[in-house]
Structures are given as structure tokens and as C-alpha cells.
């Protein structure tokens, strides 16, 4: 594997662009609301071209981490600031500028504060991405944690209906798993025969079985990655609102404002999905192939669950937040399979989860800025009023369905397969997918129920007088989310090219753990 | 070895530079005319800023290997990195301190709060140089009786004289104690010298140098405000002036960890099987109750108060760890917190400048009034949570990192699990100021020059630190391995 030469910190210049730019928005002066809201399109369209750059740059036929770069830290300690990309954070950092785009542009109307709600989301959007480009787990945690304090203020400020209580909940809960995982990650490293938080090194390491030796606690021998795998796993899937931790999903993404809800069923979920496969799997690999077969149970629960609770919800924005609940289970089910293409159907789920999220956010979001409700009993024929925003919805809808012919289909068929595929791992992986494919059908369910009662019937004329249609923005930012799905439907390699050069090495690795635990 | 009479004087010269400046300060007070007061501050500042300049450079000499720790007159005091970086330390928080002095209304700017000031920052440094047990007691003394008098400065105040009565009350308390404490290891080893006490020490029975350890460590709790030894902390700091509030929060604990650190590894490294455990349980009551009790707080100096506390339980986190990444660790935190705290406290100034209040309900509509100060103190709040990308992340990555290298996983644990209730209690101080409206939105607030540069010099430390993380940390773990 050769790395191409880069002269240009190209992910660096991602990941500290909208952060530079929170720093210079809270510089404009108070009043000028209009120039602010300039300047955060501004700069998260620059940093989505600069997305859409790395993503088309990445030179696929060589796979592995490209533009990367490297720069001293705390050498002594192993902490370098060290990023790189490969097939499988390339789309999500290409997600989180979708939804960082699309979200600034949503917000456009918020009339308290622009300065500050740009600056939090613009700082939000910089640890995300952090996340995905972190190749030091310091640095990984260091961009973890900047990505979670932005999320207090922007539901507690600009959120709606129990925003303060929520706010807080989302936050202690995230917090709490990924303060759990750094402790696991300090206990990897002072396990680790060479003292580094270099992911590529530990990975290397992990492949060669350096975690699955045995440590000695409370004077019981067990094997390390049996024992840390768990904690770690779950500490990320907390804020992948895998059941039973997903508790604060549902209010969080309810109490947010419109682009705060798009950013937590987004991406932030995708944060702690993809650092659970990047620490707990690919680290601990014995672990993951120890545990994984159990951990799919909570995802299937997941699934049936929250598909269940969506379809009795009666406020629309609960019904968003607790099917992204059952969608990024399937991401889990996707990482228990263990091969390629449930890996890939896992991460390909994760972006066409992420547009899909925001798209419905949005428009749920723009119903709710005219109606002043999100009560399905009292909304109601909107689609005539604001067609855009329908059609959006149906889109986004469609990928929630499964529908053949769009991304969510292409990500869940292959998750399926990749999991019936893998019934040598465990004999109840068929019943796996047996068991969660009901959630499908319910989905269709709740998502047609929603579509009926806010965008068909009548319109309450008397209630909602001067419903008009939604702006040129917001049509925009459909338009740039709606485009990924029908793409990736209609041509799913674009995508699962891609993602596959990242998964394979992840499988390999896996399957070579399952080899060393039958011998 | 035969010392120059230089090499004697080298060794203390920050102090020796002090006692000047806090003449001078005297001096010069006595010649201003009324009007021209607030120059003392200045006056004090330069005297500060010349025994930084001293240490800073003896500092530099130790790092860079030109010149070789040496204990002077007659073992008294130790020249080694570590005493001159909490010299650095001591003389950072009381430049800082003085800068947010200058204009706090109450304090009417006169000679004898600086000269106070400037002596207690002159025990400050003995404390951290101290190598026997009589220079030990002397500075102690010396930095308490100094502190006991600034907390209780205001007179008028009923609330300033009761912390000071207070802190003096507690403060002898426990000096008496330790006292005893060092009577009884002098009584069992007829030495008074750190070394010679270790060697000696070695072969008496365990009960007997628990028990002087014991005693000792209830002075050292009192200064570093470790529970059980904490009570006073949350009166004194809420009736104490505000700076001298900062002052003691930062400074007088970082002496107390000087004196703390340096004892218990060279006085008692035999015992240290025994002191290990003492410390962890004392790092985990002391996080755990300083962080349970800033939960209901409202006033916002017993809030830092609590926080404090809780801060000395993270810290001992690295003294439990008893190796070279917890002791530097330990001071590396330190000089982050003094950084940090100090924000924290000079927001609270220029809002009781302000208000006249020190709620923290008072801080409402803060961000729309005055958002620069609103984003100094989250950084400040976000610093002592341990978030990044403030550089307190890494000071609580360092001292947890120490703990499960030294096998002490539990407490790791605990303290994540802890700095995630702080993280509540600081988030609610957020709240007030971003979330919460208030009617006085619109009155401006004043922020005088000094406590700007407080604030500007504080939080870009706080936000640079995080890229330069490394050399201030090598220099910790230097200074830790001069032990």
C-alpha cells in the first residue's frame, strides 16, 4: 500500500474549518444577524466542497487510510495528532458536511442568537469529524468529548417542550458511556506490549493477539479483550442509542431545534457507532467475535421495540427519534455479522441513515415552524401547502421503508445477507434476521401512518390560516440531501466500492480472531 | 560539599526578591498620595514579576541541566526543578491575584494587602523548597498566618472577619496536630532532615510512623482542603474577599500538594505500601464529596468552593499513583487548575464588581450582556470538567492515566464517574449564563484593565495549552523525576 503524497492538509483543513469559523462568527458584531448567517453557509459549503473533494480524491483502487498526516503531540506518552481517511470514515465525513450544510441552511430563520447557534453547531460539526478522521485513540476521545458539550446548549437554548431536562439527559448519558470507554482505552494501552494510542499500530497488534492475553482481576484470570470489549462496545453504542441505553434519544432528538435533531440522528449517532467498530471491534477483535453474538440480541430488540413504540407515538418528532433507534440497530446487526458485506451494509446504513434523518428532521422541522405543533391529531394536509417539503419527506420516508431502488434498501438488504451469510458464526444468526425483519414492515407502517396525518387530508384552514410554502433555502437542502439516496439506490457502488476497501481489512481481521478462538 | 556564600543565596532568591518587593510596597505606600493607590497593585505586580523572572531562570537552568539540585543552609531548603516550578506556580497565581485585586471595590487597594499578599507567596516558596521538618513548620506558619489575615481583611464585613476567624481557628487546629506529628517522627528518629528521617525511619515498627504519618497528613489535608480536613474551605472561601479567595484556592493549595508530594516521597518512602492506601481512599472521599456537595449549591463561591475540593481529590488521584506519571501528573494539574481557577474567579469579581452578588442565578442573561465574559468563564467551567479542547482534558487524562498504570483501575473509575457529576454542576453555572433571561440584559458590564488581562492571559492558556501540551509537560515529569 503505497499513501499518495499529499501536500495539502486536506482533513485537517475539514476539521478545523468550521472551527476557526465558530471562533471568527462570535467575533461579527451582535446585530449583524444577516452577515453571521452568511458566514456559517459560507463556511460549512466550504467545508462540504472540501468533503466532496476527499471523497472524490480518494483514490479507491488503493484503499486503506489516505491523506494523512502526522504531527507530533505528546510523543513520549504515544499521542501524536495523527488523522487519516478510509472507506469507512470517508462517507461519514462527507455525511456530517451534508448535514452541517443542510442544517445551517434549515436555521436560517432563528432570530435569537444566530452568532451563537452557528458557532456551536459549526464547533459540534468539528469534533464530529474529528472523530472520523481521529487515527490516535487520544485524539479520537480529545474530538469525542468536544462533540458533546455543544449538543447542552443548542437543544438547551434553542430546543422546544422539556429542552433543559432533555438536553441534560442527552448529555450525562453520552458523557458517561464515552468516559466508561476512555478508561477502557487507558486500560488497552497500559496492556499494549508498545505504549501508544497509535490506532494503526494497536490494530496491528490486536491482529497479532496482543489483547487477547490474560490479566489478572480481583484475582481472577480472565482474557483482556473479553473483559474490556464489553464496556468499551457499549460505552460508544450509548450514544448509537443502541437498547437499552437509548433512552435519551428520544427526548434529545425531540426537544432540539430542527438542525440539533439533524445532527443527533444524523451523525452524532454515526459518532458512536463508528468509534464502537473502530475501538471496541477493531481493537479487540477477540471480543467482538466473543461478544457480538449476544450484543445482536439488544440490537433486535432495538429494532422490533422502537419500530413498535414509533408506530403509537403521537408527536411527529417521537416518531423520527425512536425509529432512528431501530435503524441504527441495524448497523449493530451488520457489525455481529463479521463479513464484509454485512460490515459494508452496516456502514453503508450508517450514511444513508444519516441523510435520511436529516432530510426527515428537516421537513418534520418545517411543518413544525408553521403549524407550532408536532401533534399528528392536529396536523394535516400540509402537502398542498408546501410540496417540496412533502416530497422530501416521502423520500426520506422511502429509504425508512426499505424501499428497493433507494440507499436504505441497498444498506439493509445487505446487512440481512451478510447476517444469514454468517450463520457458521453463530447458529441463530438466520433467526437474527428472521426475527428483526418484522421491524421493516412495521417501519412502512409508521412511517406511512406519519405521511397520512401531517401531509394529506384537509388542511385546517381555520387553524393554520397563513401556511405558505417553505423557502428557497430549505428547498435547497432538500435537494441536497434528497439526491444522495436516489444515487446510492440507483447506483449503490458509488457507495459500497468504497466502503468495502475499508471493511475488508476489518473482516479480515475478524475472521482471523475467530480462526485463534476455535484453535 | 561547601557552598559559596551565592549558592546559598541562589537558592532562595525569589523569596529574597519578595521581601524586598513587599518592603518596597510598604514604602511606597506610605508616600502615595490617596488618589494614587491603585498603583500599589503595580508596584506588587513588578516585585512578582521579578521573582518570576528569577525563578523562571533557575528554573530553566535545572531543566537544561546547567546547574544540579543542591540542598542550602545546612539542608533547610532544596534547589530543584520541582521547587522552582511550584515556585512558578505560587507567583503566577499571586500576579494574577493582584491583577484582579486592583479593582475590586471592597479591598480599597492598600499596602498592607499586597505586602500580605507578597509574604504569603514567600512561605509559598519555602514550602516548596522545604527539605526538613523545622523550615517545614516555619513556612507553613508563615503562609497561614499571612492567609488567616487576608481572608479575614474586610473587618467591616461580618462575613470576611467570620472567615478569617475561621480559617485561623482550623488552621492552627490542625497546624497543632501536625506539630505533634512532627515532634513524634523527630521524637522516634532524632532527625530532622527528609532523607536522614527516611533512613532512619526504615527500621521502626509500622504503627509508630503511621501514627506520626497520620498526624502529619492532617496538616497537609487542611491545606490542600482534602475531606475530612475540608470544612473550613466552603465559609472561608465564601466570606474571604474574592481574590484573596482565588488566591487561596490555587496558591495555598498548590503549596499544600508541594509540601504533600515532597514529604511523602522523601521523608516517607518506606511507608509508601501504607501511604498509597491512605491516599486513594482520601482522593475518592474527598472527589466524591466535593462533587456531590457543589451539586445543590446557589452561591457561586461555595460552588467553586466545593469544586475545589473535588479538584485536591483528582490531584491526590496522582500522589496515590505513587510513580513518575502520577507526581507529574499531579503537578501538571496544578499549574492547569491555578490557570483555570483563577478564570473562574475573576469572572466572579468583575460580577461582584457588578451586581454586588455572588448567585449564580445572578449570572443570568450573562452571555447576552457581556458574551466575551460569558465564554471565559465556560472555558474556565469546561477546563475544570476536563473537556476539551481545553487543556484540563489532558490534566485529567494524565492523573487517571497514573492511576491505572498503578494499578489502581477502581479509582480511575471513580474518578471518571466523578468528573461526569462535575460536569453537571459546571454545565448548571453554563445554563445560567446562556439558557436563563434576565431583566439587567442590557446594563453593560465593566471589566477594569487588569482583570482584562486576567482573562485574556487565563483563558488562552487554558485553549493554547492544549497545542503545547507537550513541553509543560516534560517539564512536570522533569520536575518529578528530581525527587
Excluded: C
Excluded at chain 1, 455543544?150 to 442527552?170: N, Q, V
Excluded at chain 1, 422511502?398 to 454468517?422: N, R, Y
Excluded at chain 2, 516521597?265 to 472521599?285: R, Y
Amino acid at each position: 500500500m503505497t499513501i499518495p503524497a499529499v501536500t495539502l492538509p486536506l482533513l485537517s483543513f475539514i476539521v478545523f474549518t468550521p472551527l476557526v469559523g465558530a471562533l471568527i462568527l462570535l467575533l461579527i458584531p451582535r446585530h449583524q444577524k444577516e452577515a453571521a448567517r452568511v458566514f456559517a453557509a459560507t463556511v460549512s459549503g466550504f467545508t462540504l466542497l472540501l468533503s466532496l473533494w476527499a471523497f472524490l480524491a480518494y483514490d479507491r483502487a488503493a484503499g486503506g487510510y489516505q491523506f494523512v498526516e502526522r504531527m507530533s503531540w505528546l510523543p513520549q506518552l504515544g499521542i501524536h495528532y495523527y488523522v487519516g481517511v478510509d472507506g469507512v470514515s470517508l462517507p461519514l465525513v462527507l455525511l456530517s458536511a451534508l448535514v452541517l450544510f443542510t442544517g445551517v441552511l434549515v436555521s436560517w430563520n432563528i432570530e435569537d442568537r444566530p452568532h451563537e447557534l452557528f458557532a456551536f453547531m459549526l464547533l459540534l460539526a468539528s469534533g464530529i469529524m474529528g472523530v472520523f478522521v481521529a487515527r490516535n485513540l487520544v485524539l479520537l476521545f480529545f474530538f469525542y468529548e468536544i462533540a458533546i458539550f455543544p449538543k447542552y446548549f443548542l437543544i438547551a437554548i434553542w430546543g422546544s417542550t422539556r429542552k433543559e431536562y432533555a438536553a441534560m439527559k442527552l448529555v450525562l448519558y453520552t458523557l458517561v458511556g464515552s468516559i466508561i470507554a476512555l478508561v477502557g482505552a487507558l486500560a488497552l494501552y497500559f496492556v499494549s506490549p508498545v505504549r501508544t494510542f497509535d490506532m494503526d499500530v494497536l490494530r496491528e497488534l490486536a491482529a497479532r493477539g496482543a489483547f487477547a492475553r490474560t490479566v489478572e482481576v480481583f484475582g481472577q484470570a480472565v482474557r483482556f479483550d473479553y473483559l474490556w470489549f464489553l464496556p468499551v462496545f457499549l460505552g460508544f453504542a450509548v450514544t448509537a442509542g443502541l437498547w437499552p441505553f437509548h433512552n435519551w434519544v428520544p427526548d434529545g432528538h425531540s426537544a432540539a431545534p430542527t438542525a440539533g435533531s439533524m445532527f443527533l440522528a444524523g451523525v452524532v449517532m454515526k459518532v458512536g457507532a463508528y468509534s464502537a467498530l473502530r475501538v471496541g471491534i477493531e481493537l479487540m477483535p477477540g471480543g467482538a467475535v466473543y461478544w457480538l453474538p449476544v450484543v445482536v440480541f439488544l440490537a433486535v430488540v432495538a429494532a422490533l421495540y422502537s419500530a413498535a413504540i414509533s408506530l403509537v407515538q403521537e408527536d411527529l418528532k417521537y416518531v423520527i427519534a425512536f425509529s432512528s433507534i431501530g435503524h441504527m440497530a441495524f448497523v449493530t446487526i451488520g457489525f455481529a455479522a463479521m463479513n464484509v458485506t454485512g460490515l459494508t451494509g452496516a456502514v453503508l446504513q450508517m450514511f444513508s441513515h444519516g441523510v435520511m434523518a436529516a432530510i426527515l428532521f428537516a421537513t418534520v422541522g418545517m411543518v413544525y415552524d408553521r403549524a407550532h405543533t408536532r401533534y399528528l391529531a392536529h396536523l394535516g394536509g400540509f402537502a398542498r401547502a408546501m410540496p417540496m417539503a412533502t416530497l422530501g419527506f416521502i423520500l426520506g420516508g422511502l429509504v425508512a421503508m426499505g424501499m428497493p431502488g433507494f440507499s436504505g434498501f441497498v444498506a439493509e438488504f445487505q446487512v440481512f445477507a451478510g447476517i444469514w451469510a454468517a450463520r457458521d458464526t453463530a447458529w441463530w444468526y438466520p433467526w437474527v434476521a428472521i426475527l428483526a425483519a418484522p421491524s421493516i414492515a412495521l417501519s412502512a407502517a409508521y412511517i406511512l401512518r406519519a405521511l397520512q396525518a401531517t401531509f394529506f387530508g384537509e388542511l385546517n384552514r381555520e387553524r393554520y390560516p397563513h401556511v405558505g410554502d417553505v423557502t428557497a433555502l430549505d428547498k435547497v437542502a432538500i435537494v441536497t440531501l434528497a439526491v444522495w439516496f436516489v444515487l446510492i439506490g440507483v447506483f449503490p457502488r458509488v457507495m459500497t466500492d468504497l466502503i468495502q476497501t475499508g471493511v475488508e481489512p476489518i473482516a479480515a481481521l475478524l475472521q482471523g480472531a475467530m480462526v485463534a478462538s476455535i484453535r | 560539599m561547601v557552598l559559596s556564600w551565592w549558592a546559598h543565596l541562589w537558592s532562595v532568591l525569589p523569596e529574597i526578591v519578595l521581601v524586598l518587593a513587599a518592603a518596597l510596597v510598604m514604602a511606597v505606600d506610605a508616600w502615595l498620595p490617596e488618589g494614587r493607590r491603585r498603583e500599589l497593585g503595580y508596584w506588587a505586580i513588578g516585585g512578582l514579576v521579578a521573582a518570576l523572572a528569577v525563578a523562571a531562570v533557575q528554573a530553566a537552568q535545572l531543566a537544561g541541566g546547567i546547574a544540579a539540585p543542591y540542598e542550602a543552609f545546612g539542608g533547610s531548603v532544596r534547589a530543584d526543578l520541582a521547587a522552582m516550578l511550584f515556585r512558578l506556580i505560587f507567583l503566577l497565581a499571586g500576579i494574577l491575584t493582584v491583577a484582579i485585586s486592583m479593582d475590586f471595590r471592597p479591598l480599597r487597594q492598600s499596602g498592607e494587602y499586597y505586602t500580605l499578599l507578597l509574604i504569603s507567596v514567600l512561605g509559598m516558596g519555602l514550602m516548596g523548597a522545604a527539605v526538613n521538618l523545622v523550615t517545614l513548620h516555619l513556612a507553613l506558619e508563615t503562609v497561614g498566618i499571612a492567609l488567616y489575615l487576608l481572608a479575614g481583611y474586610l473587618r467591616d464585613t461580618p462575613r470576611s472577619a467570620e472567615a478569617g476567624l475561621k480559617y485561623f481557628l482550623f488552621g492552627v487546629f490542625s497546624s497543632t496536630i501536625m506539630l505533634y506529628g512532627l515532634a513524634l517522627i523527630y521524637g522516634f528518629t532524632g532527625e530532622i532532615a527528609y532523607a536522614r528521617i527516611a533512613q532512619a525511619l526504615a527500621g521502626l515498627p509500622t504503627p509508630a510512623v503511621m501514627a506520626a504519618l497520620l498526624l502529619v497528613l492532617v496538616g497537609f489535608g487542611f491545606k490542600v482542603s482534602a475531606v475530612p480536613f475540608h470544612f473550613w474551605t466552603p465559609d472561608v472561601y465564601e466570606g474571604a474577599p474574592t481574590p484573596v479567595t482565588a488566591f487561596i484556592s490555587v496558591a495555598s493549595k498548590a503549596a499544600g500538594f508541594a509540601v504533600l508530594i515532597r514529604a511523602m516521597i522523601e521523608a516517607f518512602p518506606t511507608a509508601q505500601g501504607n501511604w498509597v492506601a491512605i491516599m486513594a481512599a482520601l482522593a475518592f472521599v474527598t472527589m466524591t464529596v466535593g462533587n456531590l456537595l457543589a451539586i445543590p449549591q446557589r452561591n457561586l463561591k461555595r460552588l467553586l468552593a466545593y469544586s475545589s475540593i473535588a479538584q485536591a481529590g483528582y490531584i491526590l488521584i496522582g500522589v496515590a499513583a505513587a510513580s513518575p506519571l502520577g507526581v507529574a501528573a499531579s503537578i501538571f494539574y496544578l499549574g492547569i487548575y491555578t490557570l483555570t481557577n483563577i478564570a473562574a474567579f475573576a469572572v466572579a469579581v468583575i460580577m461582584t464588581n457588578v451586581t454586588g452578588s455572588e448567585e449564580i442565578r445572578d449570572l443570568a442573561g450573562l452571555s447576552r450582556r457581556a458574551p466575551g465574559l460569558a465564554l471565559a468563564m465556560l472555558a474556565a467551567l469546561l477546563s475544570l470538567g476536563g473537556i476539551p479542547p481545553l487543556v484540563g482534558f489532558f490534566a485529567k487524562l494524565f492523573v487517571f492515566a497514573a492511576a491505572i498504570e498503578s494499578g489502581l483501575l477502581w479509582l480511575a473509575i471513580a474518578g471518571v464517574l466523578n468528573a461526569m457529576v462535575a460536569f453537571y454542576y459546571y454545565i448548571m453555572v453554563a445554563r445560567a449564563m446562556y439558557v436563563d433571561r434576565s431583566p439587567e440584559e442590557e446594563k453593560p458590564v465593566w471589566i477594569s484593565r487588569p482583570a482584562r488581562f486576567t482573562l485574556w492571559f487565563t483563558v488562552t492558556g487554558v485553549l493554547l495549552l492544549t497545542v503545547l501540551v507537550y513541553p509543560l509537560y516534560l517539564l512536570a515529569q522533569m520536575a518529578a523525576q528530581a525527587f
